[in-house]
């Protein structure tokens, strides 16, 4: 692929996320106040439930909340929309020559524009309690994260043009994952025999990462983020291989 | 369709195989095996070859006019040619620029509105972010949407959509231009400026390829006329005997 084709593609990449995030907001009251609202309900609510009615308070804990509901919400929702992607624009998969992996991956990118905004306020009030981030392990994981769930929500949107019921399971699916992963509960709680279920979880792995880099900066593993790292672009490249070849079907299908 | 015109596009023996629909669905499971086969032939999915060796060249300046009944394969045609589909089979050559071409019966984002959506389509067609905003003005104007460009296209009416995709498709220009069932729709006035419109467009684009299902859209526009049938090219020639053909 030449240069050309390369900073077109990155730019309908560009496009279709900005596009898309600004198209949610609109004719709405608040705006762009959605962006900042919308993660600190999540977080309140979280917290409520977690620090009042279940009684384990501690600024530690609620600040991972926090940082789990937030990246939770852009995960989660990058990858409900992106399972619909192929569908959603169909008439781009039909009718433009250009690679289908833009469309999920444009999702994943839109969301992650709310995402910073959440991040920017969270990380305002880490520095403040003195809380100082590992910003290199920061840089890897955030890189990480967005090559892991681009190759998720990949999987999900060519699974969904063949098995239409992806579209619902991923609905519920999300949700259990949600409980799944120590996100409103710290992973030490879990017990031994059920650790598989957060071994096995790519997202445990994930969030412990960034928990690492933003508050237990002395607990980073390089080694071990940069396993997630070559894992999750391997990943990434087998997917975008298996979408090219399957592009005339999914072309027909969708 | 003399041999002196410089060759841009051909298509060598071109077949286009659709494999079968693999859609899983548990009430197949359930129907007999006469059920089974009905509904596949209902729903088209066993339709072997949409394109069965097709052989056609495309000369710098034709406007081709492409007739035929629905299912013919005429919009699997626009496909191949504008490089969304690889034949099976048999070779397509070209020396436009394929990335930069697309028919437009749909290819907007519904939720986003017009101007968005102006945004994103010369993003597909290979534009620069300046490129884009030159043209803007242009495209509404022609369009005549004025204060509906801001609202999402799922509010518009089809006139509408069809004015916005002509007049993308006609502003943006790109070597070779695919009009896919774009001319039908919109009133007589609209109608007599798209027709000015692509009298102009005619002599910069280099190949014009117009599916209709009007006569006269092929009859006042095109030099040459393939009419196909069932994926196979009945009868490849002027404008007037493709369409007594045809009739």
């Known amino acids: ?254 | 369709m003399s041999n002196d015109k410089n060759l841009v596009v051909e298509l060598n023996d071109v077949t286009l195989k659709y494999a079968n629909s693999t859609s899983f669905n548990l009430k197949r499971l359930f129907l007999s095996k006469h059920e089974r086969q009905r509904v596949a032939s209902n729903s088209n999915a066993n339709r072997e070859a949409a394109l069965n060796n097709v052989s056609l060249k495309f000369y710098e300046g034709d406007i081709v006019g492409i007739v035929g009944r629905n299912g013919a394969g005429k919009s699997t045609i626009c496909k191949v040619l504008s490089g969304v589909l690889e034949p099976t089979s048999g070779q397509f050559y070209s020396k436009l620029d394929v990335g930069s071409l697309l028919s437009l019966n749909s290819f907007f984002a519904r939720e986003l509105s017009g101007l968005d959506n102006i945004y994103l389509a010369g993003a597909l067609l290979g534009r620069t972010k300046k490129e884009i905003e030159d043209k803007i003005k242009d495209i509404i104007d022609f369009s005549e949407l004025d204060d509906s460009i801001n609202k999402p296209i799922e509010t518009y009416s089809s006139g509408m959509v069809s004015r916005l995709a002509f007049s993308i498709a006609t502003t943006y220009r790109s070597d070779i231009l695919i009009i896919d069932e774009v001319l039908s729709v919109g009133d007589k006035y609209f109608k007599e400026k798209c027709n000015k419109r692509m009298r102009e467009i005619m002599k910069s684009s280099r190949l014009i390829i117009i599916v209709s299902h009007t006569d006269s859209d092929i009859k006042s526009m095109c030099n040459r006329a393939v009419y196909l049938d069932k994926g196979k090219v009945i009868l490849d020639g002027t404008v007037d005997e493709v369409m007594n053909k045809y009739k």
Not at chain 1, 17 to 36: D, Q
Request: hydrophobic content about 50%; proline content about 4%; aromatic content about 16%.
């Open chain 1, 1 to 254: 692929m030449n240069t050309k084709a390369i900073s077109r593609n990155m730019y309908i990449l560009y496009t279709l996320a900005h596009l898309k995030k600004k198209a949610n907001i609109r004719g709405t009251f608040l705006g762009y106040l959605w962006w900042i609202i919308e993660p600190l309900m999540l977080i309140a609510l979280y917290s409520y439930v977690v620090g009042v009615i279940f009684g384990h308070s501690g600024a530690d804990q609620l600040l991972m909340i926090a940082i789990g509901v937030t990246l939770w919400k852009w995960w989660s929702s990058s990858m409900s929309s992106a399972t619909k992607s192929f569908r959603r624009y169909k008439g781009i998969v039909c009718q433009v020559k250009m690679p289908l992996p833009i469309l999920p991956t444009s999702e994943v990118f839109g969301e992650c524009y709310t995402f910073f905004f959440a991040y920017l306020i969270l990380q305002s009030i880490l520095l403040y309690l003195g809380f100082v981030p590992d910003f290199f392990a920061l840089a890897i994981t955030f890189l990480t994260s967005l090559v892991a769930v681009s190759a998720l929500s990949l999987f999900l949107a060519v699974l969904n043009v063949f098995v239409k019921d992806t579209a619902f399971l991923v609905g519920f699916g999300l949700r259990i994952l949600f409980y799944l992963t120590p996100i409103i509960y710290p992973a030490d709680r879990v017990p031994e025999n059920f650790r598989f279920l957060v071994d096995l979880n790519p997202f445990a792995h994930l969030i412990n990462y960034y928990n690492n880099a933003l508050i237990y900066t002395d607990k980073v593993q390089y080694e071990n983020m940069l396993y997630g790292l070559v894992f999750s672009s391997f990943a990434l490249f087998i997917l975008i291989r298996v979408c090219k070849k399957l592009t005339p079907q999914i072309i027909r299908n969708v």
